[in-house]
């Protein structure tokens, strides 16, 4: 079946530093990513999404490319602040169908001090 | 503003009680989700609806059970079949044949 391997938290960096956090993905056909976030206490937010390979989302700094070679979706960003700590989710769904039924990683939380 | 809301953020359930969670939204969606979060876990699908009066298991839907009378409403309960209920769990919600699911703010479960 579908599988989403994220990297392991947590990640913690300091104010400013740049962010890579690692997902790749096993799937067949050609599946639709992305990247959910989760403010403590809260619910998932869509951060970004990618829907056919070579693809860039991009949202609030943050960055992903949806690399079928490689089968990956990194998130990038090159400057965090405080403001960006939470859990980070990488997803992935198949496409086609009439509800999408989302695979998600494990989660990786990202700690930002000052 | 059109939005998912969950109630009530905090329940508490005793030992062979059922609880039943609430999610409603007013976004119009046809489709309905409902997740289980564990620490270190990411979330996992335990029934989702496309229709009303329609709704298919998800991946752990045993000690679980849902209705969707109104297309607004999808509520999950947790019966005492579930023998590990304390969870975090969100609902979410999708337009038929779109991708993308918009989340409420979840109810966390606590067992007694």
């Known amino acids: 079946g579908d599988s989403v391997t994220q990297m392991e938290g947590p990640v913690t960096l300091s104010e400013e530093a740049c962010l890579t956090i690692n997902c790749t993905y096993t799937a067949t056909g050609y599946p639709s990513l992305f990247w959910y976030v989760q403010y403590p206490g809260e619910g998932l937010q869509l951060l970004l999404k990618a829907t056919k390979a070579d693809d860039k989302g991009s949202n609030k700094g943050f960055e992903a490319t949806y690399r079928k070679e490689t089968t990956s979706f990194h998130l990038e960003k090159g400057s965090v602040q405080v403001s960006d700590s939470a859990v980070y989710f990488c997803a992935l769904i198949q496409v086609g169908g009439t509800a999408s039924k989302l695979t998600f990683g494990t989660g990786t939380r990202l700690q930002v001090t000052l | 503003d059109g939005g998912i809301t969950q109630s009530p953020k905090y329940l508490f359930r005793k030992e062979g009680q059922n609880v039943t969670l609430s999610c409603e939204q007013n976004?119009?969606?046809?489709?309905m989700y409902w997740y289980r979060q564990d620490p270190g876990q990411g979330l996992r699908l335990i029934y989702y609806?496309?229709?009303?009066?329609?709704?298919q298991k998800g991946d752990i839907a045993e000690g679980y059970s849902v209705s969707r009378e109104k297309k607004e409403s999808f509520p999950l309960t947790v019966t005492s079949a579930q023998k590990n209920p304390t969870a975090f769990y969100l609902c979410?919600?999708?337009?038929?044949?779109?991708?993308?699911?918009?989340f409420g703010p979840g109810t966390r479960l606590l067992v007694l």
């Open positions: 976004l119009n969606h046809d489709a």
């Open positions: 609806s496309q229709i009303v009066n329609d709704f």
């Open positions: 979410a919600s999708s337009p038929l044949h779109r991708e993308t699911q918009y």
